[in-house]
């Protein structure tokens, strides 16, 4: 167990639809990432926070968002959905400090698109 | 553009035997080199990570072989057992880039009785 948790674990909706996963980290990490993981585009990095801001962004749809709020959980939003949006979304934390690349993945959420 | 290329994409190894998985990568600002083990319906778990001022790490039968002059690096798992069959991704990331990981495309190992 990595002590990164992410609700819910399973979610089954329709195209057009807005869905929203939330994630907590580690305690005391500052830092969330949200990658995506696709049969087709494996791991991809979405958009980073640290203590409430965002840190960096990767190719993250204009349709998808996040935010970290000041208990340090994060949520990604994920609008207008389409078929091909269907993956497991995972978060992960690092810590401050010395072992800041140290990221450690939550089970994830399998998002499913009909 | 994938900046680190992953190989083999599947390895059968007999129990007992070695598995070695081969990352390349472009971008030399990529300053930590992490590998991640992941078991079906599970989050990628780190296994074992280098940095590039040092060409090898062990820990326990997990051994890291970095090359900094070819860009690559590499997996070894020694005395492989069937609990070791999982999908393996490496991956590099740099410290100025947010520390945002960048994957390989990953490797089925499944290791045989």
């Known amino acids: 167990d990595s002590g990164v948790t992410q609700t819910p674990k399973h979610l089954i909706t329709a195209t057009g639809q807005r869905v929203t996963l939330r994630c907590s980290p580690r305690?005391?990490?500052?830092?969330v990432y949200w990658y995506q993981q696709s049969l087709d585009q494996g791991l991809q990095f979405l958009i980073q926070?640290?203590?409430?801001?965002?840190?960096a962004k990767g190719n993250i749809l204009e349709r998808f968002s996040a935010q970290q709020f000041p208990d340090l959980h994060s949520e990604l939003n994920l609008s207008s959905l389409e078929l091909g949006d269907s993956a497991l979304y995972f978060c992960?934390?690092?810590?401050?400090?010395?072992?800041?690349?140290?990221?450690?993945f939550g089970p994830g959420t399998r998002l499913l698109v009909l | 553009q994938q900046q680190v290329k992953q190989s083999p994409q599947s390895l059968i190894v007999q129990k007992g035997g070695i598995s070695i998985i081969n990352c390349a990568y472009e971008n030399t600002a990529f300053d930590y080199f992490p590998w991640y083990q992941q078991f079906p319906g599970k989050g990628p778990a780190l296994l074992i990570a280098i940095r590039p001022d040092v060409s090898e790490k062990k820990e326990g039968r997990f051994t890291i072989s970095f090359n900094k002059s070819a860009k690559q690096f590499s997996l070894h798992i020694m005395d492989s057992q069937p609990g070791d069959s999982a999908t393996y991704f490496c991956?590099?990331?740099?410290?100025?880039?947010?520390?945002?990981?960048?994957f390989g495309t990953g490797t089925q190992l499944k290791v045989e009785l």
């Open positions: 926070y640290y203590n409430g801001e965002e840190r």
């Open positions: 992960a934390s690092s810590p401050h400090g010395a072992r800041r690349e140290t990221q450690y």
């Open positions: 991956a590099a990331s740099m410290t100025g880039g947010g520390n945002k990981l960048t």
């Open positions: 305690s005391g990490d500052l830092s």
